[in-house]
């Protein structure tokens, strides 16, 4: 398994990785730390993004063909930083402040919940 937490880094990743489907596959009860879990049948390893403190979401719960790219800005009104994670072709965003990290495996690596994502 490995993990990202370097910006630069996740947008190569997911821009190498060019998945089938993205879907928001975890969630608290708040819905304040949600993971996007993105599929390809060309490859045997998935694709997490687990972000923390989301505030805004805009979108589906699923879409086929994501072409997701994050950036980061410094949000005045809050006084802390921002991670947008967008896909304009299927018109969703998510909004967040509490970081960001790709996670990429084998599905069994994972586990169902946030209570236990990371089984190694």
């Known amino acids: 398994m490995e993990i990202v937490t370097d910006l630069d880094k996740i ?3 997911l821009s190498k990785y060019k998945g089938d489907m ?3 596959w975890l969630f608290d009860i708040t819905h304040t730390k949600i993971a ?3 599929t390809s049948q060309k490859y045997d390893e998935i694709i997490y993004l687990v ?3 989301c505030r805004y979401i805009k979108g589906n719960f699923s879409w086929k063909n994501p072409q997701l790219s994050i950036s ?8 802390e930083n921002e991670y947008k994670i967008k896909d304009n072709k299927a018109n969703f965003e998510l909004t967040c402040n509490g970081g960001i990290a790709l996670t990429k ?3 069994s690596e994972f586990g169902n919940s946030f209570d236990n994502f990371l089984t190694e």
């Not at 980061?72 to 006084?79: A, D, G, Y």
């Open 36 to 38: 996007l879990k993105i």
């Open 11 to 13: 947008n190569d990743t």
């Open 22 to 24: 993205a879907e928001i």
């Open 51 to 53: 972000m923390g403190s």
């Open 105 to 107: 495996g084998i599905e």
């Open 72 to 79: 980061i800005s410094f949000n005045t009104e809050h006084s």
